[in-house]
């Protein structure tokens, strides 16, 4: 495959990279997992079949071996030799097409999964890319991607109460965990009953977000392991929502996890977008990635 | 003086468990920990991917993408449960050096490899080789690892070493420099910005992405540098620019 145009940021991604985090080695992984567990569902993948993560869209390749693909995440208009096709859809591919991917209309992440899985530098087991570290591959324009060629078969598509609307107020459920016992009630209070916005700042490391101050109990924390979907609330008091590029140890009062689930409407926020927080239980938490392994294995 | 490690388990989210350590953060119950989480991961491998040991605990991540992990979360517990009691590992603060492994790290402490090594000396009113002697005698302790791959903080660096990190933090700091701030020093294994004080640099490449090397260091374990002249720092390898 060789990319014409790569948008903002795309990243080779698979399910993240375990195993090394005790080194300060970051897992990476798609932002929006609901989206790129579809994708390699449609194509009949591993689970784990490695995708390309497009930020935004403004995407552009031409194929040069036969294959299918499917395409998973925010809302683009998709054109494969200039005709439109619809998103949450896997596609027969054959050498010399061309696929172009607009500006996302809504949504931030669009995943582009192929049969077989994207060919990728693999780095201690895994080609999940974290920039920041140099980790992995970021795809640019004139970069040619391998795969292995595949026979046609069978296109699919996502059933419709799976594919989601990229709302611009999103409520997120969180587990309480890490420091909670340590904040105030008012400030519990204040963090589930506030509407948050999403800052500039917002990346694959962390969404930071503007609104009421949390404030932070006032204690010093020793630097301990950080779960993907911590909310940390530093000394401004405006709560950071780790994501897939997270660091592996930091030391400031975190007040919940993010439901893992969740990320993935996260994921595709925008700066902007609205956010407020509502409680669950582990237990609750559990059951909904659970289901959501299950179904794809 | 000795203290009964008390550890104790306990859920953190849907996908990740902690272990809590009572007992005195230091170099012994660092080892401690780290040795816990190798024995965990060793054999729990299949049901944990990852065990991120710090001063006081060890964040444990499930393998959730494995099914087996889902049917046997309550035997899982247990099994960690069973080595947590069986872990009768007694903290002795006295002797955590004796028999413990040594990383040495040879390092070319020169102004041309070390931009800040005379500042240093200035702002603690001492010779830059009072400087070398004073930061390669001691042997220090991985106090965290984990902000960035292969960077270990490490101390007690001398008080007579101690100032703040720069105000100005440079851009990009060499390879293998190694640098001071507060109580600690460390070696950066790679270029990036850095805002402690510069004053040497090792020839060694401590980490090398392409080999799946991420360094040597882990928690707890002990520190020490020497000085060698030029000659022996360019035979190890070592970049002068």
């Known amino acids: 495959m060789r990319i014409l145009r790569s948008g903002l940021l795309a990243t080779v991604q698979d399910l993240g990279r375990y195993g090394y985090q005790d080194q300060g080695v970051r897992t990476g992984g798609p932002m929006d997992e609901h989206a790129f567990l579809w994708a390699n569902h449609l194509l009949r993948n591993d689970h784990n079949a490695a995708q390309i993560e497009i930020t935004f869209g403004s995407f552009e390749c031409v194929f040069t071996k036969p294959t299918m693909i499917a395409l998973c995440g925010a809302q683009c208009q998709l054109r494969i030799d200039g005709q439109i096709v619809p998103m949450w859809h896997s596609y027969a591919i054959v050498a010399g097409t061309r696929l172009e991917i607009s500006y996302t209309q809504t949504g931030v992440r669009v995943y582009l999964a192929i049969a077989g899985g994207f060919d990728a530098q693999v780095t201690a087991g895994s080609m999940a890319t974290v920039p920041g570290q140099q980790i992995g591959s970021v795809v640019s324009a004139d970069d040619e991607i391998e795969f292995a060629a595949q026979v046609n078969c069978m296109t699919r598509a996502v059933p419709s109460q799976f594919i989601p609307r990229f709302e611009q107020e999103v409520q997120l459920a969180c587990v309480p965990a890490y420091q909670y016992h340590d904040f105030s009630d008012a400030e519990r209070h204040a963090f589930f009953n506030s509407r948050f916005q999403v800052s500039k700042e917002n990346d694959r490391m962390a969404y930071r977000l503007t609104g009421s101050d949390i404030q932070a109990p006032n204690k010093a924390y020793a630097s301990e392991g950080i779960a993907l979907g911590a909310v940390q609330i530093p000394a401004d008091g405006q709560p950071i929502i780790l994501c897939a590029d997270h660091q592996s140890i930091g030391g400031y009062a975190k007040i919940v996890c993010i439901a893992r689930v969740d990320l993935s409407i996260l994921a595709q926020c925008r700066t902007g977008d609205c956010i407020s927080f509502y409680e669950t239980t582990v237990e609750e938490a559990t059951q909904k990635l659970q289901q959501r392994i299950m179904f794809f294995r | ?241």
């Open chain 2, 1 to 241: 003086m000795s203290t009964q490690l008390k550890l104790h388990l306990q859920v953190v989210n849907e996908s990740h468990w902690c272990i809590q350590a009572s007992g005195t953060p230091g170099p012994a119950l660092s080892r401690a920990l780290h040795n816990l989480a190798l024995q965990i991961t060793d054999e729990l491998g299949e049901y944990i991917s990852d065990a991120i040991t710090s001063s006081q605990s060890i964040l444990l991540c499930l393998q959730i993408c494995n099914t087996e992990t889902w049917n046997n979360l309550q035997l899982i517990k247990e099994k960690i449960n069973a080595i947590l009691d069986h872990f009768s590992h007694v903290v002795d603060e006295t002797v955590n050096d004796c028999i413990e492994e040594i990383i040495r790290l040879p390092v070319y402490y020169a102004s041309e490899v070390a931009e800040d090594l005379s500042s240093v000396a200035e702002l603690c009113a001492l010779s830059p080789d009072e400087v070398i002697l004073i930061h390669s005698e001691k042997i220090y302790s991985t106090f965290a690892i984990g902000f960035s791959i292969g960077f270990a903080y490490l101390g007690e660096l001398d008080q007579r070493l101690s100032i703040s990190r720069k105000s100005t933090p440079r851009i990009s700091v060499p390879a293998g420099s190694v640098a001071i701030a507060e109580r600690q020093t460390a070696v950066y294994p790679q270029p990036s910005p850095g805002g402690w004080h510069i004053i040497g640099r090792c020839p060694l490449l401590l980490v090398d992405i392409s080999r799946d090397n991420f360094g040597p260091f882990s928690l707890g374990c002990s520190v020490q540098f020497y000085a060698i002249d030029k000659h022996e720092f360019i035979q190890l390898g070592g970049q002068l620019q």
